[in-house]
């Protein structure tokens, strides 16, 4: 048979055809969806400018605040709710109106701009126990200032409604620690923060740990708490005597804490004690009493590191204890002793709690107190004013009855 003829004959099979114009349309077009996609991406580059910001980030609630009121006509709103209960035993709730996730359109600064909220599914930040987000804002052109802008106007718009909210928030001074001992820490965490080109220069990773240990009821929570007041740093509290702390959850804990924030990492003892002491001598330790290995808090400390300052307070009553690996510089760089009060601070703290008394009075407060206990903390001492709220002479006579 002719060649010809094979070739009219497929002509006339209907499959032939069929499949010959089907692969023609489909390559074209996936020519063409690929040639689309290089477009977009082509275009996306060059003419397009975005930002992500993660929820982790600082900036982020601000944003959402700035959207709500930016995308007035958004009819797709998500509610968060804060309730504060006061000691006082008032409630005070609010309701906040948030862009709900999806996209939201914003026409600002003559331009249109994309809002994009995305959430995690999978994922929750386990600090605050919310879903992991971000946002991401798209816009035409190529002039970053327009974000610049956005993130001014957001930041000023939160601290205006910061204004009128009461943040109650320890002074630092109200801690009373022994001479030059908060003064200590204080410059230190102060040259960390303010020198980050030092340890970039030198490849050092940029963290600083600080271990406060000795007796109960001395000021170590209380200090770094003011601390972070007083710094306008958020302190992200982790206890190791947390039993359902894991490896995982710590690690995902220290890399999702928000930036600007002190981790605290209370009773670093309780966890694991030196692994040379006997089970028998540390029954707790060895009954695989959470799922957080020594191994695993060491690598988390390790693994804590970024552009931003990242500082973690450590603290115990029992620093014997605690094992040379976790102490050693790199992971604990400062060790202070915070112990029982001395005459000092006793004077001190009389003279603070009760003002306008002679100084005379304060040291013969501190004089009489030493006199009976010689070891006295600060919280007992505390207790002990409250007791004389309005009675400095009472609480000069009464010394004896300082609670043990
Ligand atoms: N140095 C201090 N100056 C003023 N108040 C203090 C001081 N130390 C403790 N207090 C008061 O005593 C209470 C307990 O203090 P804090 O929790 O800071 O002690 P701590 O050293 O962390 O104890 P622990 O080792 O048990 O965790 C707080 O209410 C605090 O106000
Ligand atoms: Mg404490």
Redesign the pocket.
């Known amino acids: 048979m002719p060649f010809s003829d094979i070739l009219d004959g497929l002509k006339d099979n209907p499959y032939f055809g069929a499949g010959f114009g089907l692969v023609g349309v489909g390559t074209a077009l996936a020519l063409a969806r690929k040639g689309a996609q290089v477009g977009m991406i082509f275009f996306r580059r060059h003419y397009m400018i975005t930002l992500e910001v993660p929820s982790r980030d600082k900036s982020y609630h601000w944003l959402l605040s700035w959207i709500t009121k930016h995308a007035k006509h958004t009819q797709h709103l998500s509610v968060e709710t804060s309730y504060q209960a006061h000691e006082s035993g008032r409630v005070h709730t609010q309701f906040d109106f948030h862009p709900s996730p999806g996209n939201h359109i914003i026409w600002y600064g003559r331009k249109w701009i994309q809002v994009e909220r995305t959430r995690e599914k999978q994922m929750v930040d386990l600090h605050t126990g919310t879903p992991w987000e971000s946002v991401t804002f798209t816009a035409l052109g190529r002039d970053r200032q327009i974000f610049f802008n956005i993130l001014q106007e957001a930041r000023e718009l939160a601290l205006k409604q910061e204004d009128g909210r009461t943040v109650i928030r320890?002074p630092l001074s109200?801690?009373?620690?022994e001479r030059r001992v908060g003064e200590r820490i204080v410059d230190d965490v102060k040259e960390f923060i303010g020198n980050p080109r030092w340890y970039t220069d030198r490849g050092i990773p940029y963290r600083r740990g600080y271990l406060?240990y000795?007796?109960?009821?001395?000021?170590?929570?209380?200090?770094?708490?003011a601390l972070a007041g007083e710094l306008g740093y958020s302190i992200c509290l982790m206890s190791l005597s947390d039993r359902t702390l894991s490896d995982d959850r710590l690690n995902h804990l220290l890399s999702v804490a928000p930036q600007q924030s002190i981790i605290l990492l209370?009773?670093v003892d309780a966890a694991f004690v030196n692994r040379e002491l006997l089970p028998n001598e540390n029954p707790l330790a060895f009954q695989g009493m959470g799922r957080l290995t020594f191994s695993g808090l060491l690598n988390s400390l390790d693994g804590v590191a970024s552009s931003e300052a990242r500082i973690v307070f450590m603290?115990?009553?029992y620093i014997e204890r605690l094992d040379a690996a976790l102490i050693r510089p790199g992971r604990v760089d400062l060790k202070q002793y915070?112990g029982h009060?001395s005459h000092w601070?006793l004077a001190q703290?009389f003279g603070?709690f009760y003002p306008g008394q002679a100084a005379s009075d304060w040291d013969t407060f501190a004089e009489r107190a030493l006199s009976v206990h010689a070891e006295i903390?600060?919280?007992?001492?505390?207790?002990h004013f409250l007791l004389h709220k309005s009675d400095p002479q009472g609480a000069i006579d009464n010394v004896k009855q300082i609670q043990e």
């Open positions: 320890r109200s801690v009373v620690l406060l000795g007796p109960p009821g001395c000021g170590k929570s209380s200090f770094i708490t209370e009773d603290t115990t009553n915070i009060c601070q703290m603070r903390s600060a919280a007992q001492v505390q207790g």
